[in-house]
């Protein structure tokens, strides 16, 4: 069972800030719910250029330096949902996405939204679950 009781909030200097009122991320017990990420530079705070493609894959590594932070890994996620602007770019979205979930990928939505945030095209968000958190308690 998880000692930890009280729920805390995930950052990183690798990551955007939020923008607005949330936190990126918020730790409870062994489990870290992964608030939606655009592809956004965390030094600029701009969405980077280059399409979908380059946005998916910020978005993935906006995800993953929440979750080292945390001393997790992409590995420990268990759910995401993809909120895409185009459905049209599903395919595209799934090359970007599938490079860095090759085995046993994450249980996962994706949806079409009619905008997101600062015009970004895709945004993800993500549930982990810390399984070396819950081996070490038994």
């Given amino acids: 069972m998880c000692e930890q009781q009280e729920k805390q909030v995930i950052q990183s200097e690798k990551a955007p800030k939020a923008i ?3 936190s990126p ?11 939606g990420q655009l592809g956004i530079d965390p ?13 998916t894959k910020q978005a993935i ?6 979750l080292i932070s945390n001393g997790a890994a992409l590995s420990d996620i268990v759910k ?3 909120f895409l602007a185009d459905l049209k770019d599903f395919s595209k979205v799934n090359e ?9 990928p994450p249980a996962r939505s994706t949806i079409q939204v009619v905008g ?3 015009g970004g095209l895709v945004e993800i968000e993500a549930i982990a679950y810390l399984y070396q958190e819950c081996e070490d308690s038994d």
């Avoid at 991320?25 to 608030?35: D, E, K, P």
């Avoid at 030094?43 to 946005?55: K, P, R, T």
């Avoid at 590594?61 to 929440?66: A, E, K, S």
């Fill in 116 to 118: 997101l945030p600062k």
């Fill in 20 to 22: 607005g009122p949330y």
């Fill in 96 to 104: 970007v996405y599938a490079s860095f979930f090759p085995d046993s």
């Fill in 43 to 55: 030094s600029s705070g701009e969405l980077v250029e280059g399409g979908v493609e380059a946005q």
């Fill in 80 to 82: 995401t949902t993809i």
């Fill in 61 to 66: 590594i906006n995800l993953n330096n929440l």
């Fill in 25 to 35: 991320g918020i730790r409870a017990c062994n489990f870290v719910f992964l608030s």
